[in-house]
């Protein structure tokens, strides 16, 4: 502890502090500015995630899908070079003699959670032999004092992790002496509630990593920081200007969420009862209001915007704003018209992309019967006919759909939320292949506004919507001086 203590002042200006209702937190001991990194690690451990088409589709090292090759010899990691396979070399060839005794009927089994915790022990294995470097900020030792919450998991689940215990045991048929079930179920649970989604720049997710230093930043549903990838790489940048002697928090659930939702989701994955700014004033007027705007119901008045609340006589829901009673009836209905056709909808949605739209508009149209405009059901409609109109290369739609969202995710999330940003970088690309430049001009700008604050600006994916940016207003400047000239 000593030891990150100081790496951490050290390197990055950061203090670990203990505090009695949180645990672990990491404080600034200095002023960090917005777009500013403020910690970055390595994974411990990291695996690719299974493809649904494709149960072995990105390398193992760097998570590209170009030239993939198998490894020869386990047939079950995949890398684009002799580069990655070389680096990752030390770890897989360990694992490479494990996995290659794994009986073929039981490959199917080797899901990225069993192997992210063969990796574990692998890797711990590697750095007390010294084959791999143990630092302060890389060892195994900071695996071991992450939390697990093993007295607050259910039965079942703790079944779940004994049978997925027993499995990597016998993966690894090490003697009991180097390795106890016990151990490695506990460990399961830790990986539970402390490892990482790796997504890529437009936030689709790639890989499962383990980072435990990271794993010391709590959660708040209004962080001051934002956790992105650039590759592997986990990166802390701040989004708002963090004073010296603050603590460091990023959101480890999706926030576009009443307070109960958020609350829901954080006790039942990470076991605890958030406290954020955000949370404290669940059950105040502006809490509730919030909660029945985004999972509540519209006026039966096209023309109100006003939110609905419970009637006290149970009838229905009343309008705060003009007063008009829905009829719990008429909602029923709807809510069971909604359910057939989401339930249609996942059945055509794999296949027939045109049928899938459809299906969806019609939801669209029940929601707006019955949602408000802010609604996150409505909002989670229009993202999906967004990426399907994407994949059938309707740009017209698809750019609509854009633009019925951004006021959405404006209205749901913070200013500097990479979702705001990554709406906008959709929308410009649209807007300019669509011969909308100026339009696009605009979205682009906003996207930068955003994205340079939580990607940074030395990425590739930053300097391809730089590069976009510029062209655009090199085309609009062309177009101009063209008009002028006649």
């Known amino acids: 502890m000593e030891e990150l203590q100081k790496a951490l002042n050290d390197g990055r200006s950061l203090t670990v502090s203990t505090l009695p209702d949180k645990g672990r937190c990491l404080f600034t001991s200095r002023h960090f500015s917005p777009g500013e990194v403020i910690i970055s690690q ?26 993939l090759k198998k490894c020869s010899a386990c047939q079950v990691v995949w890398y684009c070079g002799s580069t990655c396979q ?16 794994v009986e073929k009927g039981r490959i ?6 069993i192997r992210l915790m063969v990796k574990l022990y692998l890797r711990r294995k590697l750095q007390v032999e010294q084959v791999i470097a143990m630092t302060s900020t890389d060892n195994y030792g900071l695996v071991e004092a992450l939390v697990s919450h093993m007295s607050e998991i259910d039965e079942n689940q703790l079944v779940l992790y004994a049978q997925m215990a027993n499995l990597v045991s016998l993966i690894l048929q090490w003697p009991e002496a180097k390795i ?28 499962t990593g383990l980072y435990p230093v990271i794993s010391l930043i709590n959660h708040s549903c ?34 576009a969420a009443s307070t109960m939702t958020r609350q829901k989701a954080l006790k039942e994955q990470y076991f605890f009862t958030c406290t954020c700014p955000r949370c404290i004033k669940a059950g105040q007027y502006d809490d509730i209001k ?12 096209n023309s109100c915007s006003g ?25 029923k209905d709807i809510e069971w018209e909604v359910k057939y056709l989401i339930e249609k909808a996942s059945m055509c949605s794999s296949g027939n992309k045109i049928d899938a739209s459809l299906t969806y508009k019609a939801i669209e149209k029940q929601q707006l019967e019955l949602c408000h405009p802010f609604s996150i059901n409505l909002m989670r409609t229009r993202e999906t006919l967004l990426k399907i109109y994407m994949e059938l290369q309707n740009w017209k739609e698809a750019l609509a759909y854009c633009r019925f969202v951004i006021p959405i995710y404006e209205r749901v999330y913070p200013r500097l939320h990479p979702l705001v940003g990554l709406q906008y970088y959709t929308c410009g690309k649209l807007e300019w292949f669509l011969g909308e430049t100026n339009e696009a001009i605009q979205s682009l700008t906003k ?18 919507l730089l590069i976009k940016l510029e062209e655009a207003r090199a085309e609009a400047s062309y177009s101009l001086s063209c008009k002028d000239d006649q």
């Not at 956790?227 to 480890?252: C, D, M, N, Q």
């Not at 996207?447 to 391809?464: C, N, P, Q, W, Y």
């Open 108 to 113: 199917k089994s080797l899901t990225p959670s």
């Open 180 to 207: 106890n079930i016990k151990d490695i179920a506990v460990n399961f649970s830790k990986l539970a509630c402390n490892a990482h989604t790796i997504c890529d720049a437009e936030l689709r997710p790639l890989a």
């Open 447 to 464: 996207a930068v506004d955003v994205l340079r604050i939580t990607h940074g600006t030395s990425t590739s994916f930053m300097k391809e």
């Open 307 to 331: 939110f609905l609340l419970r009637d006290p006589e149970n009838r229905g829901f009343v309008c705060q704003e003009c007063g008009l009673l829905r009829e719990k009836e008429e909602i």
């Open 290 to 301: 919030e909660s029945a705007i985004l999972e509540g119901y519209c006026c039966k008045d």
């Open 42 to 67: 390595e994974p411990y451990v990291a695996v690719p995630n299974k493809n649904s088409n494709d149960s072995s589709s990105r390398c193992e090292w760097c998570l590209s899908t170009r030239n």
């Open 86 to 101: 070389k680096t990752d070399w030390k770890l897989h060839r360990l694992e490479c003699q494990v996995l290659s005794k």
């Open 222 to 255: 209004l962080p001051n920081s934002v956790l992105v990838f650039e590759g592997r790489l986990a990166v802390v940048r701040a989004v708002e200007h963090i004073p010296k002697g603050t603590e460091v928090l990023i959101s480890y659930i999706e926030t």
